[in-house]
T-cell receptor, first 113, second 118 residues
Framework: NAGVTQTPKFQVLKTGQSMTLQCAQDMNHEYMSWYRQDPGMGLRLIHYSVGAGITDQGEVPNGYNVSRSTTEDFPLRLLSAAPSQTSVYFC????????????FGPGTRLLVL | AQKITQTQPGMFVQEKEAVTLDCTYDTSDQSYGLFWYKQPSSGEMIFLIYQGSYDEQNATEGRYSLNFQKARKSANLVISASQLGDSAMYFCAMRDVISSGSARQLTFGSGTQLTVLP
């Protein structure tokens, strides 16, 4: 099993550029989420989804969009990148039933100049 | 709102000794889960151990055990017989359950950097 995959692994953007971070899972998980990790801090939730067609905001959603057209894929879009979005981004997935652990992708390191 | 507090930004332990990483949490929910993740320098998030709020016994997974004290709202991670490969950042996290039985998102603490000394 591939588990949770993320692409790209590393990306450099200029301020104002847009891009999409890809996330896919092959475990048929209903729940998918995006986190960002900044130095000295834990992971903070950006957006999450409890199933295809259903998304909701997390703690730090501004500047990001998501969609969930299939169970497998949950892309994260940066509409107009800002230096404050320089971070490491993790995608995670789990079953929706109570208290399952989330499985994390390897992360995408994003640098916005 | 949920909150996870890890008060030890950094810890040192001698190889082969045991170490305890502290975690306290705050929630008004009755049903929740507590998780510990390891993040080595390579960056991936590795799930270590889980404790449910209704579990009466402390969780154990190999050299990892979770010292769960519900009344004190603490969920400390104990690593026995530390190895050099245990050097990493460790995150405590919590997940609770909404009324439909579905789980909410994970809330993370700020982490503890553990260094194992030879």
């Amino acid at each position: 099993n591939a588990g949770v995959t993320q692409t790209p692994k590393f990306q450099v953007l200029k301020t104002g550029q847009s891009m999409t971070l890809q996330c896919a899972q092959d475990m048929n998980h209903e729940y998918m989420s995006w986190y960002r990790q900044d130095p000295g801090m834990g992971l903070r939730l950006i957006h999450y989804s409890v199933g295809a067609g259903i998304t909701d905001q997390g703690e730090v959603p501004n500047g990001y969009n998501v969609s969930r057209s299939t169970t497998e894929d949950f892309p994260l879009r940066l509409l107009s990148a800002a230096p404050s979005q320089t971070s490491v981004y993790f995608c995670a997935s789990s079953y929706l039933r109570a208290l399952e652990t989330q499985y994390f992708g390897p992360g995408t390191r994003l640098l916005v100049l | 709102a949920q909150k996870i507090t890890q008060t030890q930004p950094g810890m040192f332990v001698q190889e082969k000794e045991a170490v305890t990483l502290d975690c306290t949490y705050d929630t008004s929910d009755q049903s929740y889960g507590l998780f510990w993740y390891k993040q080595p320098s390579s960056g991936e998030m590795i799930f270590l151990i889980y404790q449910g709020s209704y579990d009466e016994q402390n969780a154990t997974e190999g050299r990892y055990s979770l010292n769960f004290q519900k009344a004190r709202k603490s969920a400390n991670l104990v690593i026995s017989a530390s190895q050099l490969g245990d050097s990493a950042m460790y995150f405590c996290a919590m997940r609770d359950v909404i009324s439909s039985g579905s789980a909410r998102q994970l809330t993370f603490g700020s982490g503890t950097q553990l260094t194992v000394l030879p």
